[in-house]
């Protein structure tokens, strides 16, 4: 049986309810009969994406949820527009309440397959959301409707044919994607949100993580086909910061220079040659090197993978202050650092140390 990935690749503001919507919330993957477990967005913790002005319509998530062998998978999602109120707090209630639901839609309605669960799902999580208006939001922060869709076997393994770039004229950020959830909710002034979720399905060779079902062959400069469109998604992905690559097949100029500019940043040979190592390490091993790298403390100067997730981190709770996650501790890290320290109210030195790496993670 083929196995897949499938990521959340991100979020997009198609309507905000206020100048400046900021929101949260949850995505959850049913694998068969099995829930997953809830991912509370962003990081988790406390904190909230701050969407609406130009520029600031999408964030590129990049999430994996789920990778293994092609089966029927139901993916539900919900959001809150945040006003007031203990995130944190919210994140559990919401987190808690989307975690009964899944199992108790299984329990009742998983012989009918996928398609059984998704909706009645999407309805036991809006009766959830009325009694966490009542216990737990803020005064004035507004649920949107949970979703939830369902994706069949046949459809995770035909994903290739739907894939679709998402691009706006008003945001740097583009978005890969082949199946969307889509949420929507009316405020106490009557003011319509509309919200997006991007999934994108890959196909890969079982336990290998690598594209396309097969281990890919060496590539460089004058390879094409589609190994090449393959690596070319998957440097855009990597590298959102820049503009993307055309997904042409063919390795040219533009390719090559990505792939050295890659390779820079994960620190491995800089040859623009793609083989085994580079493969791997745009496949599972980059997140791999980072959950690794652990929390050292970090200031101007440093690089490597820790540096990295430090990048993630801080555009995780700073989706107003993207930068590029390449691995190197600069005056822009750093001041996105101070900022991101300023915020939460801690001491501003730009050093990341156990108290800053303690708010970006909680």
């Known amino acids: 049986m083929s196995d897949v990935k499938v990521m959340w690749t991100g979020l997009e503001c198609q309507i905000r309810q206020e100048k400046k919507d ?8 049913i694998a068969g009969t099995s829930p997953q477990p809830v991912i509370k967005f962003p990081d988790g913790g406390g904190g909230t994406y701050l969407l609406g002005p130009p520029g600031q319509r999408m964030v590129a998530v990049q999430q994996p949820l789920y990778s293994g062998p092609a089966q029927d998978l139901t993916v539900s999602a919900t959001l809150v527009e945040f006003d007031s109120g203990d995130v944190t707090e919210e994140k559990k209630a919401i987190a808690e309440a989307v975690s009964k639901a899944a199992a108790a839609a299984v329990a009742a309605f998983a012989g009918g397959g996928v398609a059984a669960i998704a909706l009645p799902l999407i309805g036991l999580l809006s009766e959830a959301f009325v009694n966490l208006v009542a216990d737990v939001f803020g005064v004035k922060d507004d649920p949107y409707n949970p979703g939830a869709i369902a994706l069949t076997q046949a459809q995770l393994l035909s994903a290739d044919s739907r894939r679709q770039t998402r691009t706006r004229p008003d945001d740097p950020r583009t978005l890969e994607f082949t199946d969307t959830i889509v949420l929507t909710g009316v405020d106490d002034a009557g003011d319509i949100g509309k919200y997006v979720f991007y999934l994108d399905v890959r196909p890969v060779a079982p336990g290998s993580g690598t594209p396309g079902g097969v281990t890919p062959p060496t590539v460089s400069q004058g390879s094409q086909g589609e190994v090449v469109r393959a690596l070319q998604r998957l440097l855009n992905e ?17 390719t090559d220079a990505r792939v050295r500019e890659y390779q820079r940043r994960v620190e491995i040979i800089v040859d623009g040659v793609v083989g085994p190592q580079t493969w791997g390490m745009l496949t599972d091993g980059e997140l791999a090197q980072e959950a690794s790298a652990g929390t050292p403390t970090l200031q101007q100067g440093a690089h490597g993978p820790a540096v990295r997730k430090l990048q993630r981190l801080l555009n995780d709770h700073l ?12 005056p822009v890290t750093d001041g996105r650092v101070r900022e991101f320290q300023q915020r939460v109210a801690i001491a501003v030195d730009g050093v990341v140390g156990p108290q800053t790496w303690g708010h970006l993670t909680q």
Do not use: M, Y
């Open 319 to 330: 989706p107003d202050l993207q930068l590029a996650v390449d691995g190197r501790f600069g």
């Open 238 to 254: 990597h590298v959102p910061d820049l503009p993307s690559l055309a997904v042409d097949g063919d390795f040219g100029p533009a």
């Open 22 to 29: 900021e929101v949260f919330g949850t995505i959850q993957l």
